[in-house]
C-alpha cells in the first residue's frame, strides 16, 4: 500500500505537537520526532482522518495504537540520547519504535502476535526505518543482545519482570506501566547496581495487558 504524508498530514502533526506541549510534554527532541513521524501510516485507512486526535485506536489482534500523549509520556520518561540501545516491549503498530528511532536511537523490539509482526516488519523494511523486530515472548527479551541503555514496556504488567531488568545496563532507564486490569501507574526504574533500584512513580494510564508466549493468529 502506498503511503503519502501531505501538506494536510504535516499541518495536522503540528497542531498535535502544539496540544501536547500545552499538556505538559517539554522533551524538543520528543515533540521534533513526533513531528517528523506520519502517525497516519500506523493505521488502518478508515481511521485516516482521525490520525492526529489525542486517541487510542484498535490496530487489530486485539491491540491499540498508543495515543501520542502516552507515547510522547513514555518517550520523555526515558531520557533517550543519540545512539543508545532502547530495547521495547510490545511492537504493536511500530509507531513508538520509530519515534525513538527518529530521536536517535537503536531500537530493538518484540511482538508477540505474529500478524502484528510481520506486518511492523515488511512496514520498516519497507519505510526503509532501521529497526530490529523479533516475534518471541516479551517476558523473556532479548538477552543475546543486552544489556540495554533503556528499556520501554508499552502494555500493562502486575510488576516490572525480573529478566528484563536483569537486561538493563548499570545506570539505564526502564519504563512501564505497573498495575491490573484497568489501571495502572507509569514506572520509571533506575538501576543503580546490580541489587539496587531506584524507582518513580508518574500518573495512571489505561494498557492492555502484557501477554507471556507468542500467538500464531
Wanted: net charge neutral.
Amino acid at each position: 500500500m502506498e503511503r503519502i504524508d501531505t501538506y494536510r498530514h504535516r499541518g495536522m502533526r503540528q497542531k498535535l505537537v502544539n496540544s501536547l506541549a500545552e499538556k505538559g510534554i517539554r522533551d524538543e527532541r520528543v515533540l521534533a520526532a513526533m513531528l517528523v513521524v506520519p502517525r497516519h501510516f500506523f493505521m488502518d485507512s478508515s481511521f485516516l482522518e482521525f490520525a492526529y486526535q489525542d486517541k487510542a485506536f484498535p490496530i487489530g489482534s486485539g491491540q491499540t495504537i498508543s495515543q501520542p500523549y502516552t507515547v510522547a509520556f513514555q518517550s520523555e520518561l526515558l531520557q533517550v540520547e543519540k545512539n543508545m540501545t532502547v530495547l521495547e516491549i510490545g511492537t504493536g503498530s511500530g509507531y513508538q519504535a520509530c519515534i525513538l528511532h527518529e530521536m536517535g536511537a537503536k531500537v530493538f523490539t518484540i511482538e508477540r502476535q505474529f500478524n502484528l509482526f510481520k506486518n511492523v516488519k515488511h512496514f520498516f523494511d519497507s519505510q526503509h526505518y532501521k529497526i530490529k523486530v523479533f516475534h518471541r515472548d516479551g517476558y523473556l527479551g532479548l538477552a543475546a543482545f543486552a544489556p540495554f541503555d533503556r528499556i520501554l514496556i508499552t502494555a500493562a504488567v502486575p510488576e516490572i519482570p525480573q529478566e528484563l531488568v536483569n537486561q538493563l545496563k548499570t545506570g539505564g532507564i526502564l519504563v512501564a506501566p505497573v498495575g491490573h486490569q484497568g489501571h495502572q501507574t507509569m514506572t520509571r526504574l533506575i538501576k543503580r547496581s546490580e541489587r539496587e533500584y531506584d524507582t518513580e512513580q508518574h500518573g495512571g494510564f489505561v494498557f492492555v495487558p502484557m501477554l507471556s508466549g507468542t500467538a500464531n493468529d
